[in-house]
């Protein structure tokens, strides 16, 4: 009873593996038959297939079948069987022997055995060729839309049964078709209205519309002007005038200034030039933290809950501040720093190149507005890189889907992978007994 559980398991494995098409069923199928030719004597007509002579197959299908020849069959020197197109021709089929021939289902035909010399028709038979009616998928169920930032929505939705990919549509027009059961729509604009909407699609049909789903990007906070500081205005020095006497020289009584411009007429007058000026003072620096987050192979994350990195990833810092202020990114352990400028609206966003960057990292922000002092932000963000980069992502929209599961629902690939498994510790504990006994 050990051994037939563990044969089960191994043949489940194994099933797990079999590829097929996203309605369920193969996309080619492969059929064999077995049929015995008798001759049945020496009279035309006499002969038989057996178990049938008709064969039902479908278009598509990889065919084969085997022809045998029984010992005791009464003519001496063998059959052959022919189809009345180019599928197929055995050649002599020697008593006691059998031949196979192989072929692809395309249209209905039919075949007949004879005597290898081209004699009389023993026996007449047909392959009977049907085209299945497609059917389409079932309709996707769910759709969820979720606006995260300024400029992207998530979506997520439920299985439709028959689908091996979903198209995807905002606003009546098609943006992607995905094998996922999510999809990041990015790029969009602040404080917009987006309707979504789903088709499951088989490769060969499409379903129906999904019911909508609606979401409004995060608006973005009004720019934020800072209000300058007002500078010192000196007290310049009162002017002096002395009335000069007739042979008189004019000797002036006048306060010392910065550089004094005097002339002497019959009023003196003294300028005064004021140099230098206050000290700037800095100005508040606005930020706002509803918009930093960072963008790790694409997907969005707060900037207290980076994954784990690894060398390679594209990791995208991103925020918001005053319009048109300097942003320096200083990677401390490394130390790299980077420097981008925020728009009009003040957002920014700037690539951290992780290829050399191996172990604890942490990075700081200083902004300096259009006018003002920089200052440092008080924040963190702390990431660690491993080497190595991730392996491709599932999201990439392939076609293809390996094991019954994964023709159903986008996971397949997760059920080959156990079924493998399953198949590789039964076969090894069948082995392991067997060496016992």
């Known amino acids: 009873m050990r051994k ?20 369920g069923h193969a996309h080619a199928a492969n059929v064999n038959f077995n049929v015995t030719v008798n001759s049945g004597s020496a009279n035309p007509g006499t002969g038989n297939f057996q178990p049938t002579g ?4 479908n278009s598509g299908d990889n065919v084969t079948i ?29 008593k006691g022997s059998n031949k196979v021939v192989n072929f692809t289902a395309g249209s209905s035909f039919g075949f007949a055995a004879t005597w290898p010399n081209g004699g009389p028709v023993k026996a007449t038979g047909s392959v009977n060729v049907t085209t299945p009616t497609p059917t389409p998928p079932a309709v996707p169920t769910g759709l969820a839309a979720n ?85 010192n205005t000196p007290t310049p020095t009162p002017t002096s005038s002395v009335t000069q006497a007739p042979g008189q020289t004019a000797t002036p009584t006048v306060t010392p200034t910065n550089s004094p411009t005097v002339t002497l007429t019959g009023t003196v007058t003294i300028t005064p030039t004021v140099s230098g000026s206050p000290a700037p003072t800095p100005t508040a620096v606005f930020t706002d933290p509803k918009y930093d987050y960072v963008e790790v192979n694409g997907i969005v994350y707060p900037f207290d809950k980076i994954p784990q990195l690894h060398a390679g990833d594209k990791l995208d810092l991103y925020g918001r501040t005053v319009a048109f202020a300097t942003i320096t ?26 290829n050399d960057l191996l172990g604890d990292h942490t990075i700081t922000e200083a902004v300096a507005p259009p006018s003002g002092l920089g200052v440092m932000l008080n924040k963190a963000i702390s990431f660690k890189v491993a080497s190595g980069a991730i392996p491709a992502d599932a999201n990439s929209t392939s076609s293809t889907k390996t094991g019954v599961i994964g023709a159903l629902v986008p996971f397949g690939g997760i059920i080959a992978v156990i079924g493998a498994l399953m198949a590789m510790v039964s076969l090894f504990l069948i082995l392991g007994r067997s060496k016992k006994h």
């Open 329 to 354: 990114i200083t990677v401390h352990s490394d130390p790299n720093t980077y420097t981008t400028v925020a728009d009009s609206g003040g957002y920014w966003n700037q690539n951290i190149d992780l």
């Open 147 to 231: 606006a995260i930032s300024p400029s992207q929505i998530e979506l997520s939705w439920n299985a439709a049964s028959g689908a091996t990919q979903y198209k995807v549509f905002r606003d009546n027009v098609q943006i992607t078709t995905t094998g996922m059961l999510t999809y990041s729509d990015s790029g969009l604009s602040p404080a917009t209205n987006y309707t979504y909407k789903l088709k499951a699609t088989n490769g060969t049909m499409d379903s129906g519309f999904s019911s909508s789903a609606s979401a409004m990007t995060q608006a973005p906070l009004p720019t934020f002007t800072p209000t300058p500081t007002p500078s």
């Open 66 to 94: 085997t022809f045998s020849v029984p010992s005791p069959d009464p003519y001496c020197c063998g059959i052959r069987v022919k189809s009345n197109g180019t599928e197929f021709d055995t050649g002599t089929i020697a």
């Open 54 to 57: 008709s064969l039902n197959v």
């Open 4 to 23: 037939l559980i563990l044969a089960a398991i191994f043949v489940a494995g194994i099933l797990l593996l079999l590829p097929v098409g996203g309605n």
